[in-house]
């Protein structure tokens, strides 16, 4: 990450922005073959550049989430022929790590008449910290550009002068190079401000997914009395918007670049297998009306149905025979790997790497009601074929990590690279830990409870000697745009387009199972109870069986 102008804190404890990050080892020589690392993308007429190196504009020390303020940057070493395009923010409580896009007409300058960059017209003063009473270095005034016809403001510029910034300090983009932009976390906003009259987000495109085409330019929306200003993101017009992705060999190298160490909880008895060692060793395929004449998997999954459909005509289900069941259940971890699948995100200028571990079994919940730390659900949670994922997320610019996402039951966390907790060997691997029965992937070790005020489902996860190293294990089985011809891929795959359930309805009664629990509870704490399995996603249940990854909404589009 790029270095900046010396804080002047007002604290007497440095800050953490105050500490750019880095990863903690270089970078390597990514293979050639691509346009993917080349420091530039050309848009289709529209040439961006990434810069991380920035210089500090305005800083306020309380405010936001953490009512540690935030700072407020331009992009500093600017490579010659590009220009600004709007300003970086974050809060102080993190290492300063972030980037903004900065771009250049591919006819050499920018201007009027049917160039891809033009000069603001003028600037709106959207709102100052000046009548404040905060701590600040000194007060901050907000600028939108105002951009001539057939040209949009893709980001904000602030300045400590009640003045307007000078005409030529920021530029427009063409319009047909922007698309809808939304906010997406929130940076800062005043203290006190009850009423929401300022607030300042990070933005990404509206649309996104493996054919959006919006491209984020790494800067900040301002929302003032709940109206959000009208800036919008970049838009590849490329024909080829995919054409700066990394080729399958530079893909297997950031993947043992990146990818995690996963701990299991040292209490973890339903381990990962490999897809093969799941088939080989007793797993069955069953159709409707035909239930009890199962078929075995070959270990490819060759024999599974591939038309593509998820019409619950199909299921997978464990070995019949109790001991060989009790064996799949337990998994096996000297088979597990990690499946890779490679996508284009934000209009190709970034590829999600996403890594895919199977697990045959998905264990029992555990609830913790208030004082009671550890209540044991039964059955509940459990079902057959469970997958879970990591996400990195990497600039197609320079092969840099930028976030990681934690899958997490339905949903999951993004996590910025500069928070990950990296291995011990000095490399830029990161670690994740799964939780306990239900596998959920977290950054940090601990309890993370799925509920509110002390009440909810508990997920537990710790270092152990239970360990997989997705670097040593993986495969890459899908990559989600054109290679050059050296570098074609395998097939993938016949299980990856196996699109049933990987696991049966549930065999249980949820009712039962939860009358149970519910008396061995002492009288107070029964209807808490109820209103914990009431509050509940149905997908901790299972009751209709798991999907595999193709089936999963992230698998095209961009994760929750």
């Not at 970049?234 to 670049?257: A, C, D, F, G, H």
């Not at 966390?413 to 990296?422: N, Q």
Request: charged share 20%; glycine share 12%.
């Amino acid at each position: 990450m790029g270095n900046c102008i010396p804080f002047c804190s007002t604290f007497d404890n440095a800050l953490p922005i105050e500490t750019p990050f880095k990863l903690p080892a270089p970078l390597p020589t990514w293979p050639h073959g691509s346009r993917f690392g080349s420091g530039v993308v050309d848009l289709g007429g529209l040439k961006v550049a990434k810069v991380s190196t920035f210089k500090e504009v305005w800083t306020v020390y309380e405010g936001g989430t953490d009512n540690l303020g935030a700072t407020f940057f331009e992009p500093a070493s600017i490579p010659q022929g590009f220009f600004m395009l709007g300003g970086y923010c974050q809060p102080n409580s993190k290492p300063l790590n972030g980037w903004v896009l900065v771009g250049k007409d591919r006819g050499g300058g920018g201007g009027g008449g049917g160039a891809s960059l033009a000069k603001p017209s003028d600037y709106t003063l959207l709102w100052s910290s000046e009548s404040l009473k905060i701590k600040q270095d000194r007060p901050g005034y907000f600028w939108l550009p105002v951009a001539p016809d057939g040209y949009t403001a893709v980001g904000l510029i602030i300045t400590t002068s009640p003045e307007k910034p000078p005409m030529d300090h920021i530029w427009c983009v063409r319009s047909d190079f922007t698309e809808p932009s939304e906010a997406e976390t929130s940076i800062w906003g005043p203290p006190n401000d009850t009423t929401g009259s300022f607030k300042v987000s990070s933005s990404r495109p509206q649309s996104r997914g493996t054919q959006a085409l919006g491209v984020s330019a790494g800067t900040y929306v301002a929302e003032i009395n709940s109206s959000v200003n009208p800036i919008r993101c970049l838009k590849n017009n490329s024909s080829n918007y995919t054409s700066y992705m990394p080729n399958r060999s530079q893909i297997n190298l950031l993947t043992r670049t990146y990818s995690p160490l996963i701990y299991y909880h040292p209490k973890e008895k339903y381990l990962p297998s490999s897809v093969s060692w799941f088939f080989s060793n007793g797993a069955l395929l069953y159709k409707k009306g035909y239930e009890s004449n199962p078929v075995p998997v070959q270990p490819t999954g060759l024999n599974l149905p591939q038309d593509g459909s998820n019409d619950g005509l199909y299921w997978l289900d464990l070995p019949v025979a109790e001991a060989d069941k009790e064996t799949v259940k337990k998994g096996n971890l000297e088979s597990s790997k990690g499946y890779v699948h490679a996508k284009p995100m934000y209009g190709g200028t970034f590829t999600d790497i996403a890594i895919w571990v199977f697990y045959p079994f998905n264990g029992p919940s555990t609830a913790k009601l208030g004082v009671i730390e550890e209540i044991p659900l039964g059955r509940i949670g459990e079902h057959i074929g469970d997958w879970e994922h990591v996400t990195l997320r990497v600039s197609n610019f320079d092969g840099v990590l930028w976030r990681v996402f934690f899958s997490q039951h339905s949903g999951g966390t993004w996590v910025d690279a500069s928070e990950l907790e990296y291995q011990a060997d000095g490399g830029n691997r990161f670690v994740a830990y799964s939780s306990l029965n239900g596998h959920a992937a977290y950054s940090k070790p601990g309890l993370v409870l799925q509920g509110s005020g002390g009440i909810g489902i508990r997920n537990d996860t710790a270092k152990s000697g239970l360990k997989v190293d997705t670097a040593a294990a993986f495969s890459i089985v899908a990559v989600d745009y054109e290679v050059v011809a050296e570098e074609s891929s395998d097939a993938p795959p016949p299980w990856l387009n196996y699109m049933r359930k990987w696991g049966p309805k549930i065999t249980y009664n949820m009712a039962e199972e939860a009358e149970k629990v519910e008396s061995l509870l002492p009288e107070k704490l029964r209807s808490l109870f109820n209103s914990l399995l009431k509050g509940l996603p149905s997908e901790l249940f299972g009751e209709e069986g798991p999907t595999g990854p193709k089936v999963k909404t992230n698998w095209s589009g961009d994760e929750a």
